[in-house]
C-alpha cells in the first residue's frame, strides 16, 4: 500500500498562486503515474493535471492549462502542483492520486485509473 499525502493548501487572494506537494511513501514512486484531481462544493472530484513516471510527459484540464504546472521529483517521491492565477473557481479540496498501470497515460483523467489516493488538501481562493 502507497500513502500520499498532500500539503501546501491554504487561502490565497484572486490572481495569486500556491504550490501543492505530494509526497509518497514506498519504493515504487518512479513507476508510478501521478495526477492532481480536486473537488469543490457540491461538485464531483474532477481530473486537474497529470505526469508520466518519468515526468516527460504532462497532461492538463483544460480549465487550469496555461495556469497550473504539475511537477515530480523522483528522487524525493514528491509530485507538485504549482498554481498560479488562481481564481475562486479554483476552490476546492486538491487530491494527489498514483497510478500503478502501464496503461497511464491513456486514462490519466480517469478518477478509476488510480490506485491510491491522498487524503486531499483544502485551497480556497479569494475574490
Known amino acids: 500500500q502507497v500513502q500520499l499525502v498532500e500539503s501546501g493548501g491554504g487561502v490565497v487572494q484572486a490572481g495569486g498562486s500556491l504550490r501543492l506537494s505530494c509526497a509518497a511513501s514506498?519504493?515504487?514512486?518512479?513507476?508510478?503515474?501521478m495526477g492532481w484531481f480536486r473537488q469543490g462544493p457540491g461538485k464531483e472530484r474532477e481530473f486537474v493535471a497529470a505526469?508520466?513516471?518519468?515526468?516527460?510527459?504532462?497532461y492538463y484540464a483544460d480549465s487550469v492549462k496555461g495556469r497550473f504546472t504539475i511537477s515530480r521529483d523522483n528522487a524525493k517521491n514528491t509530485v507538485y502542483l504549482q498554481m498560479d492565477s488562481l481564481k475562486p473557481e479554483d476552490t476546492a479540496v486538491y487530491y494527489c492520486?498514483?497510478?500503478?498501470?502501464?496503461?497511464?497515460?491513456?486514462?490519466?483523467?480517469?478518477?478509476?485509473?488510480?490506485?491510491?489516493w491522498g487524503q486531499g488538501t483544502q485551497v480556497t481562493v479569494s475574490s
Open positions: 492520486a498514483a497510478d500503478r498501470s502501464p496503461y497511464h497515460y491513456s486514462k490519466y483523467d480517469r478518477l478509476r485509473e488510480y490506485d491510491y
Open positions: 514506498g519504493r515504487a514512486f518512479s513507476t508510478y503515474g
Open positions: 505526469i508520466s513516471r518519468s515526468g516527460s510527459n504532462t
